[in-house]
């Protein structure tokens, strides 16, 4: 169970964020270093750049334990030409 007091009272929102910018990178960093530790993103955001950047975050840095809030949808872009060529590949037996 997640208490309310352990989530910081501002968040890092992943609207706009992309796991092809060092800058990016390092604000996230620099906003888990300041207390931030909550997280706002989607498959969506970015083409889901916005999830690989944080995924990227936290593999290299351990020590963070952010909260992490995603949201459940459609899908666009890129991933949704993906799942509509694996939901078209049938295996018969």
């Not at 949808?73 to 295996?91: A, E, P, V």
């Amino acid at each position: 169970m997640v208490m309310l007091d352990e989530i910081s009272k501002i968040g890092f929102g992943g609207y706009r964020i992309t796991s092809d910018s060092d800058e990016h990178y390092r604000s996230l960093c620099l906003a888990l270093n300041l207390g931030c530790n909550l997280i706002d993103t989607s498959s969506n955001y970015m083409d889901g750049k916005s999830e690989e950047l944080i995924g990227k975050v936290i593999k290299n840095n351990p020590h963070y334990t952010p909260f992490i809030i995603t949201k459940a949808g459609y899908i666009q872009g890129n991933k949704d030409r993906k799942s509509t060529r694996l939901n078209s590949s049938h295996i018969t037996i």
